[in-house]
């Protein structure tokens, strides 16, 4: 029989995670569209910075959500997978700005780019959480693991669709943009 730890949640912790991750969106949403720009020197700088900036609001909404986690043993985080973590946010956040950048989402498009983003996505979260010194070590539900990677792929598209479907409506602010951060 295998035996588990009880875990629980800070539901406080959670909600500044879920709150970090809305205002990372509407920000890249923000700059997504700074990119588009004649001037490709200004638009290569908006979409490295762009891509620091979503790539950091993600890595940091996936960390505090982390440390809301709580279990019965010490928990402690190695430093090169924590930094590699924040690399693959950092990395697919340009991806998706890239993708953003362009003139129109093609399905080929669509589908390549959000495979890549959700790719991106697992790496920094699976890489996250790998980063977790302790032990015993952790148990991989393979079967899990295969749902949270469709799941990223799901959003990934949305997230694209919305931001197309935002810039061919001409809006960069207000409710919209705040519904789909």
């Not at 899990?144 to 602010?173: K, T």
């Amino acid at each position: 029989m295998v035996r588990f730890m009880t875990a629980s949640y800070d539901p406080w912790v959670v909600a500044v995670s879920f709150f970090i991750a809305t205002f990372a969106s509407y920000v890249t949403l923000d700059l997504a569209g700074r990119e588009r720009g004649e001037d490709t020197i200004g638009a290569l700088a908006w979409w490295l910075g762009g891509s620091i900036a979503m790539g950091t609001g993600i890595w940091s909404m996936h960390f505090i959500g982390m440390q809301a986690y709580t279990l019965p043993i010490e928990l402690g985080y190695r430093k090169l997978p924590t930094f590699l973590s924040w690399v693959a946010a950092v990395a697919v956040s340009g991806i998706a700005l890239g993708i953003a950048g362009r003139g129109s989402l093609t399905v080929p498009r669509l589908i390549v780019g959000s495979l890549a983003m959700a790719a991106g996505i697992c790496v920094m979260h699976y890489t996250g959480i790998a980063a977790i010194d302790m032990a015993p070590g952790i148990v991989w539900d393979v079967t899990l693991v295969a749902v949270s990677a469709l799941v990223a792929w799901v959003a990934s598209a949305a997230a694209l669709l919305i931001f197309f479907w935002l810039r061919r409506r001409g809006e960069r602010v207000g409710l919209h943009q705040t519904v789909a951060a």
